[in-house]
């Protein structure tokens, strides 16, 4: 059968690796940042705990997610980083500047690669 990660080359498992390790950093780095220590839940509006659904939580779940199953991780993670950007941005009118909360879902961006290449090379020993 096809499913030998060995088949994909030693790119593909590079990518996959670089993959798994950023997810790893990103959700340690998650963990250390919102830590009882540094979040203060009362100092936190109401309308504001949507956004945290979004990020951190949704980023942590989606990269977990993307590590047995690529493509219902990243959209789970691309799209909690897309619904951040649009409550605080949109709904609750906050400029939400600089790259860090995209560098934090960087992971999944990887894992698209090694899930597209993967299915073109699944595609290609098929066809």
């Known amino acids: 059968m096809y499913s030998n990660r060995m088949d994909l080359g030693f790119p593909m498992t590079l990518v ?16 250390l940042l919102f830590q009882a220590e540094a979040l203060h839940p009362s100092d936190i509006a109401p309308k504001e705990w949507l956004g945290l659904v979004f990020f951190p939580i949704g980023i942590i779940i989606g990269l977990a997610i993307a590590w047995w199953k690529e493509g219902l991780g990243i959209s789970i993670t691309l799209g909690s980083l897309l619904a951040f950007y649009f409550v605080y941005g949109y709904l609750l009118e906050y400029h939400v500047g600089g790259w860090a909360f995209v560098i934090f879902a960087s992971p999944a961006f990887l894992f698209f690669f090694h899930w597209v290449l993967r299915h073109v090379s699944h595609e290609q020993a098929i066809g």
Not at 20 to 27: A, C, K, L, P
């Open 16 to 31: 996959e690796f670089l993959a798994r390790i950023g997810s790893v950093m990103s959700i340690s780095l998650l963990v």
